[in-house]
């Protein structure tokens, strides 16, 4: 049976510090319903009411878009490993693009100023509602280990191009939404 809450409670946030990945759903009041997977490693719980995760640059920026046309963003873990359980976590969430004071200032309070290769922006939620339910019908799967492949293909293509890929590949949703990622954001120099 599914309980709501009002804020991440201290059993939630032991249940999302043992997670591998989590899963973001977004969606614009027309088009496409977005889910992405992610690694835990990008996650942070600033408060009981707010989370946040360091986004990478990726083949499309959907979530951004989104959340520029809605707001509205869902956050997932379920329990592959131990007890079994998912835990939503739903509210309204921004994009803070790389290089805009807000992503340094949550860079600095959050990442230790950890800039990781391949980063293109912090999506922060505010929550509004968090949501278990058993996940009796979620598989067990054992964890192996992080997939090093996004972090060295950024490094291998340097800065610059990165920057240059975003400005092709991200400023624009699948349905035609924008980003708020410029498309003429400036190339930078490794």
Not at 49 to 78: K, P, W
Not at 91 to 119: F, I, K, M, V
Not at 159 to 186: C, H, I, M, W
Request: aromatic share 8%; hydrophobic share 40%.
């Amino acid at each position: 049976m599914a309980k709501q809450f009002a804020h991440i409670e201290p059993a939630h946030a032991a249940f999302i510090a043992r997670q591998h990945v989590f899963f973001t759903a977004s969606a614009a009041a027309s088009g496409r319903v977005n889910v992405s997977p992610r690694g835990t490693d990008a996650f942070r719980l600033l408060d009981p009411n707010s989370v946040a995760y360091l986004d990478q640059t990726g083949s499309g920026n959907e979530t951004a878009a989104h959340l520029r046309a809605s707001g509205r963003l869902t956050i997932m873990f379920c329990g592959f490993e131990a007890a079994p359980m998912i835990l939503r976590l739903y509210g309204q969430g921004r994009s803070l693009p790389r290089g805009t004071p807000e992503y340094h200032a949550l860079l600095a309070a959050a990442y230790d100023n950890q800039d990781t290769p391949g980063a293109r922006q912090i999506i922060r939620l505010a929550i509004d509602l968090v949501q278990t339910s058993c996940g009796y019908g979620v598989p067990l799967f054992d964890y192996k280990e992080d997939r090093p492949t996004l972090r060295r293909w950024a490094e291998t293509k340097g800065e610059a191009a990165v920057a240059a890929y975003r400005r092709q590949k991200n400023v624009l949703s699948l349905d035609g939404f924008e980003t708020g990622l410029a498309a003429d954001e400036p190339a930078l120099t490794d």
